[in-house]
């Protein structure tokens, strides 16, 4: 299975219950959905679930936004 925004947008969608508008690429997690830390975690849950690809712990403090994950994840399938 292919990774695309719309795959990533969707899981964000559910599990920061925020607006489908308002993830875009270059939205920033924390800053422009609200997200805390362990909604962070809960994403990255919901990730590895949906797309057998989670973030490691180690690696939360990096990431900031949506082109984040989708470079992290292509990164971690490659």
Do not use: P, W
């Not at 947008?9 to 508008?21: K, P, Q, Y």
């Not at 308002?22 to 422009?32: G, M, P, R, S």
């Amino acid at each position: 299975m292919e990774i695309t925004f719309e795959n990533v947008r969707d899981i964000i969608v559910d599990t920061l219950s925020c607006n489908v508008e308002d993830v875009k690429l270059d939205t920033n997690l924390i800053e422009d959905l609200e997200a805390d830390s362990l909604e962070i975690v809960e994403l990255s849950m919901a990730l590895q679930e949906s797309l057998g690809v989670g973030i490691e712990d180690e690696d939360l403090e990096k990431i900031h936004t949506v082109q984040d994950i989708l470079n992290y994840i292509k990164s971690k399938r490659a």
